[in-house]
């Protein structure tokens, strides 16, 4: 009988110890739920200018890299910014984080449009650009003072914006994104290269190059080869030229190569010299970035690319080639918020009203024409 009983008051001990670690662990999960429910605030959600460092929390579910893309953003051109960075965030599920830098006077306006509307969700940084830095580097016309944009010149100081990126891609305001940025983000930089260009003589754009007296597909048509300068550094005039208002950067490669300091050169040379092509019917951004990445620069996919939009009033591509575009450029005079722009509809499916009503779009049997 003795021995009965101790073992029924073991049996019953067991089970009162069972019980109590039960009732430990099922109170440790409600506390654990009950801090979870706390901690999903919508701190990542809200409308902010910049979040150097997403909660930990956030990052660990995320579980992505972060793909800074840099665009600069002139208040006449604004509308364009607001299209581009909604048909980005839109085409993907990455971490994007854009930094878009602008002057002084266009903040204000910039962060009303962003907040106030379905992109104050977007993680964003805006940066000032100090038109000083241009000081000696540009050579202003004195019968036209505003031909020089210095926003133009903002993708020389890349490192400048994100000085902790590894990578990070630049975009002009005038194009728009229909395919996820991350395939972009991913391309791959030869070791040694700084950046990855489309070329002007690739395949889907080569036909529509802008020729003017100069050819404006290859570096005749944007150096003045009759100058000692460009002659000493032996680049053929024939080779082919890139369009710099898309690029993927290797920044770490960047900073290596001192490319700043190279493009910055080159620039204080010209106001000196005249080394660009008196021809010049692009950017005067892209003659210096010519003789810097010369035969040392990858090539994205040129559907990345789909250029030469703003070139003229008239549709050089076809609607099927325009929808299985990456990414759509308007370079050139004919800008998509204005009058004559080819494929401006398609443009415009990713424009947002400016809430202040300072920014409206143009078109033709209208003066004055903001979407609904």
């Known amino acids: 009988m003795t ?12 089970v009162v110890i069972f019980l109590l670690v039960l009732h430990h662990n099922i109170l440790g999960l409600s506390d654990l739920l009950k801090r979870e429910l706390s901690d999903s605030s919508p701190l990542g959600l809200q409308p902010i200018d910049f979040i150097p460092e997403a909660p930990q929390r956030l990052m660990d579910d995320q579980n992505d890299e972060e793909i ?3 665009i600069t953003a002139s208040d006449d051109r604004l509308g364009g910014v607001i299209a581009a960075v909604n048909s980005i965030h839109q085409n993907t599920k990455s971490n994007v984080a854009f930094h878009i830098i602008t002057l002084n006077d266009t903040v204000d306006h910039l962060r009303s449009w962003l907040s106030k509307t379905s992109l104050k969700n977007v993680k964003y940084q805006i940066l000032d650009f100090d038109p000083h830095l241009l000081d000696g580097k540009v050579r202003m016309d004195s019968e036209m003072p505003d031909s020089v944009k210095p926003l133009t010149f903002a993708k020389f100081y890349l490192p400048n914006w994100i000085p902790t990126a590894e990578k990070a891609i630049y975009l002009d305001d005038d194009v728009i994104v229909q395919d996820d940025i991350l395939e972009l983000y991913n391309t791959k930089l030869q070791p040694g290269h700084a950046a990855a260009f489309s070329d ?12 003017g007296a100069g050819n404006q597909y290859n570096y005749i048509g944007f150096l003045d080869y009759k100058k000692e300068a460009i002659r000493k550094l032996s680049m053929k005039a024939s080779t082919c030229s890139f369009n710099p208002g898309v690029f993927v950067a290797n920044l770490t490669e960047w900073k290596l190569q001192n490319i700043t300091k190279q493009l910055e050169k080159w620039m204080a040379l010209n106001v000196v010299e005249e080394i ?4 010049l019917a692009g950017s005067i951004t892209t003659p210096p970035l ?5 035969k040392r620069h990858s090539n994205i996919d040129p559907m990345w690319n789909v250029r030469h939009l703003g070139s003229s009033a008239g549709k050089r591509y076809s609607p099927q080639f325009v929808k299985a575009a990456k990414l759509l ?14 494929y401006a509809e398609v443009w415009e499916k990713w424009y947002i009203p400016d809430p202040t009503n300072k920014f409206n779009l143009i078109r033709r049997h209208t003066d004055i024409y903001e979407t609904k």
């Open 200 to 211: 002007d003589c690739d395949s889907t754009t080569n036909k529509f190059a802008v020729r």
């Open 290 to 294: 010519l003789i810097v990445f010369y």
């Open 68 to 70: 800074p893309v840099v």
């Open 276 to 279: 660009y092509s008196r021809t």
């Open 3 to 14: 021995f009965r009983k101790v073992n029924i008051f073991i049996l019953v001990l067991a």
């Open 329 to 342: 450029h308007w370079n050139g005079h004919f800008k998509p918020w204005g009058r004559t722009a080819s």
